[in-house]
């Protein structure tokens, strides 16, 4: 009779498939970060209008802050690298620098008198930024085996 506890047996390192799903569940994860980004970034055009009043109120600041750190955040995660916060602000970016452009008919979703869609493009573009220097700066982690 032994007094030293059996040892368990080394962890078998995951097969083909397993890899296979984790990159599928990792691409599906950026997918979803992408989609939503364009979903809150059309939220927030919509919202940037808002007025209580006949003031316009900053909801979409609001917004636009606490949807690009959960995005940011959900990136990250999902994807498992640090460069993944490109996924959603991309997008976003994309789409707010479409609004602010004006149609051949006219149209335009961000003027330059809205002082809102102003302060959402600027406040979630340095959302967006922020989460990627805080990446960039983390420490690696660590990594544990067995």
């Known amino acids: ?14 097969g083909r498939a397993w890899r296979l799903l984790d990159v599928a569940l990792r691409v599906v994860g950026g997918l979803v ?8 970034g059309l939220l927030e055009l919509l919202l940037s209008t808002a007025r209580v009043g006949g003031q316009l109120i900053g909801v979409s600041v609001l917004v636009a802050v606490a949807a690009n ?30 609004a602010a452009v004006r149609t051949s008919e006219g149209d335009l979703l ?7 869609g102003l302060a959402m493009i600027v406040v979630g ?7 990627g220097f805080r990446q960039v700066l983390a420490p690696p982690p660590i990594r544990r085996v067995g």
């Open 125 to 131: 573009a340095m959302t967006f930024a922020v989460m």
């Open 69 to 98: 750190i959960a995005l940011g955040w959900f990136a990250y995660a999902a994807v498992g690298r640090r460069w993944a916060v490109v996924l959603p602000a991309t997008p976003w970016f994309v789409l707010m620098g479409a």
């Open 33 to 40: 970060a992408v989609i939503g980004a364009v979903a809150t």
């Open 110 to 116: 961000l003027a330059g008198d809205n002082w809102v």
């Open 1 to 14: 009779m032994s007094v030293v506890p059996p040892q368990a047996p080394a962890p078998t390192p995951p």
